[in-house]
Nanobody, 126 residues
Framework: QVQFVESGGGLVQPGGSLRLSCAASKFSLDYYAMGWFRQAPGKERVGVTCLNTADGNTYYADSVKGRFTISRDGPENTVYLQMNSLKPEDTAVYYC???????????????????WGQGAQVTVSS
């Protein structure tokens, strides 16, 4: 099972940017679906974005399209989430996750993912 270490969370003002990193240890991410999810207090975990490492195809939730970008550094075995134009409603704990295969039409369903990072708090507030 893949193990991930997340970093990059923090406090940012509305309109600001943050980049989250998700580093895989001792495991190649080739042919995996890599996702980012978030969970706000008292709410369910929801899908933010997903990346097919095999072909580079990406999927985004409507709420983050045009503001968030998922990417991968192959040699470093790390996946990133670049978050721009942050809003207070983006405040949540963000998790990276993976499962073997592709994102598919149900990419946003967190139960499909088998390996998870520890989570990173992102707070957007003035």
């Amino acid at each position: 099972q893949v193990q991930f270490v997340e970093s990059g969370g923090g406090l940012v003002q509305p309109g600001g940017s943050l980049r989250l990193s998700c580093a895989a240890s001792k495991f190649s991410l080739d042919y995996y679906a890599m996702g980012w999810f978030r969970q706000a207090p008292g709410k369910e975990r929801v899908g933010v974005t997903c990346l097919n490492t095999a072909d580079g195809n990406t999927y985004y939730a409507d709420s983050v399209k045009g503001r968030f970008t998922i990417s991968r550094d192959g040699p470093e075995n790390t996946v990133y989430l670049q978050m721009n134009s942050l809003k207070p409603e983006d405040t949540a704990v963000y998790y990276c996750a993976a499962h073997f295969g592709r994102c598919g039409s149900s990419w946003y369903q967190w139960r499909l993912f088998t390996s998870w990072g520890q989570g990173a708090q992102v707070t957007v507030s003035s």
